[in-house]
Every structure is written in C-alpha cells, then in structure tokens.
C-alpha cells in the first residue's frame, strides 16, 4: 500500500502513543459536553506522532457530535492571527469563501457569532506554533481565541499547541494575560525506540 508512505497518511491502528491518545482524550472530553476543553501543549521532536495522534483523535470526536468542530492549522504555513481565524471562519461556517476585506476584528466577531449561534465548541491546533510569524502574532491569536467568551457570551474555544522543539517553552513569548487564560496542561511524545 504505497499511500502509507505518504506524509498525510493515517494509520487505522495508531500504535504506541496510548498513553498520550488517553491524555488528549482526557483534555478533550470536556469540549463533547459543550465546554471548554483542557488547553494543552503536545511536546515532542518531528517524528513522534504528534499530529497523526491529534489528526485522528479530531476525526474520531468529530464523528461522536456535531457539537465540536476542530481546526487543524498549520503554523508553517499560517502564520498570521488573521489567516488563522480565516480558516476557523470557513470551518465554522462551513464556507469555502475567504473572509478576505474583513478586518481583523469583524471577522473574529463573525466567528464567535456563528460559534454562539450554533452552540458549538471550537477546538484549534496550533501545529508548530513556534514557527508563527512572531511572539505578537502568537498572543494576538492566543489571547483572541481565550478570552473571547468575554465579549460574545457562549464563545467556547480550547487550544492545542504542538511543539516539535522540546526545549522550547512558548509560555516565555506570552504576555502575562494570555498565560492566565491559557494554563495548559501537557502532553510529552518521547522519542519510538
């Protein structure tokens, strides 16, 4: 089966990362009862399963209610807070359509006004968080993703953050505020033997 040589590929039977898939379910299983889940960093080298652990873990939780939707991005490629809340705006709404000629702010509002609406809990993965454009894009997303059921009641986000740099420690680039409403718990992938 060539595809399991691809870099998207997803294994059916995910093999020595239960302890981590338990931990992830744990910090998960809030947001299947409409709160907030357990905000989380996944820490571990490139390699270690962390993004086919969440990938799948997404996809089995999205299967189980219609109540949670997952946004998967890729800091690598998105980089800024605007093309983040882009692409939570398309899955959110369930739109192909860029919110391009929003600002910033009025396409955040249209997020949260859909999540309210709709009685949904959002769950965003920040993957290679550490490769965001810079330490005010990473508290301008963080900050707008924690505190925004402040503004617009019944906003419920959690986040998960993935490092593969395991010496790296993001709460330092964050403003003191955003480490209040962040707290996340931890999830270490070691190294396969």
Known sequence: ????????YIPDRFLFREEQIKELSYNLRPALMGCS???????????????????KLFSEAETHTKKLVTVYVNCQIER?????????????TDTK?????????????AVAKKIAEEKKVVLLCLDDVNY???????????????????EFEGVRIG?????????????????????SSFRPAEVYFPPYS
Not at 37 to 55: D, F, Q
Not at 97 to 109: C, D, M, Q, R, Y
Not at 167 to 174: P, Q, Y
């Open 159 to 179: 986040v998960f953050a993935v490092l593969s740099d395991v010496h790296k420690n993001i709460l330092d680039d964050l403003n003191a505020g955003v480490v």
């Open 80 to 92: 800024s807070p605007f093309s983040i809340y882009s692409k939570v705006y398309r899955k959110v």
């Open 132 to 150: 965001m454009g810079s330490k005010s894009a990473m508290n301008t997303t963080l900050f707008t993703a924690l505190r925004l059921h402040q």
């Open 37 to 55: 889940p357990v905000n989380t960093i996944c820490r571990g080298l490139s390699g270690t399963g962390k993004t086919t652990c969440l990938k």
């Open 97 to 109: 359509i860029s919110p391009a000629g929003l600002s910033f702010e009025k396409l955040v509002a």
């Open 1 to 8: 089966d060539l595809s399991a040589f691809e870099s998207d």
